[in-house]
Structures are given as structure tokens and as C-alpha cells.
């Protein structure tokens, strides 16, 4: 069974413009949870799909959002971007109904905003 | 003060200690999750728990929601085992319908030959 798929690797991007991100989620698993690592913060919370419609929401601006298509595959989208948005970005997905079951996380999108 | 708190920050150990990582948190949560990150930043998820304790092999965790606290212990520790270890607790009311995952800031584990 394939793993969790991120496209794309890396990314550079310039302050002021949108990236999106992609997501495939193991085949099968419908809940999809996006999450944003930098060396300061650390590991936090994006958002979480599931079924197409977002459940949970961390504390990040309204630049960042994302949607769940009906394969289940996700997209996050972060618009105007700042020096700040450059992370590791990552999504987990999971197979159960309840958000938090075992996750699986993919290899992450590296963005870098100049 | 961080809602959620581990110790130690870094660790080395020689092949074959006991290993101890300890997480506090300071909100209310239903479960808790520890995570491994390697070098290049992929992460594997090594336990969801929410009480009593789990064991996988050569890692058992452990957790106390009544007085916030988990444990992920690691036995006859190995090179392999180097990695950051992060715990994540699900916050009750963090947002969220069914709560929110927050994080510790990891603990790196450095196993010498």
C-alpha cells in the first residue's frame, strides 16, 4: 500500500505570492490533517479534514486554508506569503472516523519564501 | 509558560541504557500521541494512548491523564533509536469538534555505539 504522497518536495517562493500544497492520503483513509514545523515554533497544528469537510482548526491565519477533494486527496493554500511561512509543511492522514487515530504522515513540502 | 513540556531536551546514551522521556501538560486532553522524527524530517507515529500503558516491542509508554503526565521509555536502547521524539497531547476544546493536536518542543535521543 502506498504511503502518504506530499508534492511537491521543495518549494521557493517570493514574499507576497500563493503556493499550494498537495496531499494524497493512503488509500482508503479519509481524514487528512496538515501541520507547519519551523526550528522557533516547533510542530503545530493546521487543520483537519475529513469527508470533504474541515472539522478542527489550529490557530493560523485566514491566509492559510486548504480543502478536501472527494477521492480524499487534500490541498493546503497559503496566500500573500511572508518571510515567516517558510517551514517544513506536513500532512498526516488516519483511517478512522475519530480525528485522532494512529496518523501517518507523509515526507513534508519544504518551503521557502525570499 | 508552553502548554506542554518535556525533559530532557537532548539526551545521549550509550547502546543498551534504559531510556526515559517525560512529557507534562498543563490542559485538559483525551489522548496523547508520541511521534519519532528522524534526521530529514520524516515522522512516524509510535503511540496513541489514553491511559494505562502501551508497549511495542522495544518501546513502552505510559500516561496519567489525572496528573498530566506520559512517559515513553525505550529498553536496551540502540543507534538506531536516535531520533527526536515529540509527544502530542489532543486538547480538549482546543478549537476544534473533537480537540486539537498540540506539541512539545521533542527531545533529541543521540544512542552511541
Known amino acids: 500500500k502506498a504511503g502518504v504522497t506530499q508534492t511537491p518536495r521543495y518549494l521557493i517562493k517570493t514574499r507576497g505570492q500563493q503556493v499550494t500544497l498537495s496531499c494524497s492520503p493512503i488509500?482508503?483513509?479519509?481524514?487528512v490533517s496538515w501541520y507547519q514545523q519551523t526550528p522557533g515554533q516547533g510542530l503545530q497544528f493546521l487543520f483537519e479534514?475529513?469527508?470533504?469537510?474541515?472539522?478542527n482548526k489550529g490557530n493560523f491565519p485566514g491566509r492559510f486554508s486548504g480543502r478536501q477533494f472527494s477521492n480524499s486527496r487534500s490541498e493546503m493554500n497559503v496566500s500573500t506569503l511572508e518571510l515567516g511561512d517558510s517551514a517544513l509543511y506536513l500532512c498526516a492522514s488516519s483511517a478512522g472516523d475519530s480525528i485522532w487515530e494512529k496518523l501517518f504522515f507523509g515526507s513534508g513540502t519544504q518551503l521557502s519564501v525570499l | 509558560k508552553n502548554e506542554v513540556e518535556q525533559s530532557p531536551q537532548n539526551l545521549t546514551a550509550q547502546e543498551g541504557e534504559f531510556i526515559t522521556i517525560n512529557c507534562s501538560y498543563s490542559v485538559g486532553i483525551s489522548a496523547l500521541h508520541w511521534l519519532q522524527q528522524h534526521p530529514g524530517g520524516g515522522i512516524v507515529s509510535l503511540f496513541m494512548l489514553s491511559s494505562g500503558k502501551k508497549k511495542h516491542g522495544r518501546l513502552i509508554a505510559t500516561i496519567n491523564i489525572q496528573e498530566k503526565h506520559s512517559s515513553l521509555h525505550i529498553t536496551a536502547s540502540h543507534p538506531r533509536d536516535s531520533a527526536v521524539y515529540i509527544c502530542a497531547p489532543i486538547h480538549l476544546g482546543g478549537g476544534g469538534s473533537q480537540g486539537n493536536l498540540i506539541f512539545g518542543k521533542g527531545t533529541k535521543l543521540s544512542v552511541k555505539p
Open positions: 479534514y475529513f469527508s470533504e469537510t474541515q472539522r
Open positions: 488509500s482508503g483513509h479519509r481524514s
